[in-house]
């Protein structure tokens, strides 16, 4: 190691390897990276055990019929430990010529205290793995929510949307039910006029 000084400023020369310094900078990078991973996943699972609810949906593959989606869906829902939920069915048309269009299932379960968490997954990804992909996100979807974020999610499905570009889907989802004789939801133990 070499040392000088020019105006003013102190330089320390290292006569290592450059590979040397490489390395130990991945390395610091490395640990960094994998603590923060770690971190991550601490908080999820922490979120996991807090969180007393899951909100589920699902949009079925295209080729899925209605009729066949409705009856997995009230199978998905009548399992055992499944004994408070509210659930219902939309769709996405804007016009009375496409209500039913892009139809799909949201669902606010509570979490029971005596199945694990990995048993509901495996449970509910193999119910809905009969109508759509449950690898992908967007036809698939299942969230741990906590109490608030569970009042926010039965207005989300009960009540109108805060988004006003939804409220046209929403007078569809009306026909749409009617044509299809579907209630406007389905529940046990959750009633949202009472929150």
Known sequence: MERYEEDGIIYTIHEEDPQVEIDKLYNELWLRDAYQRYSYIQREEIIKERSKYIFLTINPNPQISL????????????????????????????????????????AIIEKPSNKSYQHMIRELSSSANKVCDTSNYHFYNLKNIDENEMQRKLKYITEMKADIAKHLK????????????????????????AI
């Open 67 to 106: 009729k066949d989606f409705i009856r997995c869906m009230e199978k998905l829902m009548s399992k055992t430990w499944i004994t408070k939920y509210i659930y219902v069915f939309e769709q996405r048309g804007e016009t009375i010529e496409e209500a039913g269009k892009g139809f799909h299932f949201h």
């Open 170 to 193: 929403q007078e569809m989802d009306i026909i749409f039910r009617k044509n299809n004789n579907l209630k406007s939801y389905y529940n046990l133990g959750f009633e949202p006029n």
